[in-house]
């Protein structure tokens, strides 16, 4: 079963920047694997940020970016903001119609 | 603007199958952009992916759930719906319906408010 492994947790102080990352189990992850990336606070609905590696959905800040780093998908806040305190998840497409989420990344703003 | 709105009940018994429905509003469930799908969240979790249906009725799974998924699709009531045989405590979660787009990884586009379901007797 192929794992999708990201940071449990990150913090961040106003106005830096940070990186979350999205690996795999076995494997590096590469633009053939289309990582998507979103953002969820307590009791809403998901929001699409990235998809396809690096391209933001409708809407979404320029602050907010996406990459492959050496083996792994990373999602970059550029700026971060109180209300970017969040869930972020990363998702793989495995193939053949299948994705796999991501733990997530419980991202603190202080 | 797309709406995805689910329904369905919010207690089902150990053992018992988990119905759910989604309504689509404001585009067409036969648009061949698109699957329509279902993701799940438990409480204080993390997003798993159910499974996901395209208009023509094609369906895909995830591996861990397949043995109990059954996703359908009525175009003509812009509806899709999920079935999920012999639940347990494990499958209370907060189950979103969502619009993945195809290609692309199929990333979602589109997602519904989500609707808690909790298995208890």
């Known amino acids: 079963q192929t794992v999708v492994t990201q940071e449990p947790s990150f913090s961040v102080s106003p106005g830096g920047t940070v990186t979350l990352t999205c690996g795999l189990s076995?494997?590096?992850?590469?633009?053939?694997?289309?990582p998507s990336w979103y953002q969820q606070t307590p009791g809403q609905a998901p929001r699409t940020l990235i998809y396809?590696?690096?391209t933001r959905s409708s809407g979404v800040p320029d602050r907010f970016s996406g990459s492959i780093l050496g083996n792994k998908a990373a999602l970059t806040i550029t700026g971060a903001q109180a209300d970017d305190e969040s869930d972020y998840y990363c998702?793989?497409?495995?193939?053949?119609?299948?994705?796999?989420f991501g733990g997530g990344t419980k991202l603190t703003v202080l | 603007q797309l709406q995805l709105q689910e329904s369905g009940p919010g207690l089902v018994k150990p053992s018992e199958t988990l119905s759910l429905t989604c309504t689509v509003s404001?585009?067409?469930?036969?648009?061949?952009?698109?699957?329509w799908g279902w993701i799940r969240q438990p409480p204080g979790k993390g997003l798993e992916w159910i499974g996901n249906?395209?208009?023509?009725?094609?369906?895909y799974y995830n591996p861990s759930l397949k043995s109990r998924v059954t996703i359908s699709i009525d175009t003509s009531k812009n509806q899709f719906s999920l079935k999920l045989s012999s639940v347990t405590a494990a499958d209370t979660a907060v189950y979103y319906c969502?619009?993945?787009?195809?290609?692309?990884?199929?990333?979602?586009?589109?997602w519904g408010q989500g609707t808690l379901v909790t298995v208890s007797s």
């Open positions: 969502a619009r993945p787009k195809r290609g692309l990884g199929d990333y979602v586009d589109y």
């Open positions: 404001g585009g067409s469930i036969s648009n061949s952009s698109y699957y």
């Open positions: 249906i395209y208009y023509s009725g094609s369906t």
């Open positions: 076995s494997g590096s992850v590469s633009t053939s694997y289309y």
């Open positions: 396809s590696t690096n």
């Open positions: 998702v793989l497409y495995m193939g053949s119609g299948v994705v796999v």
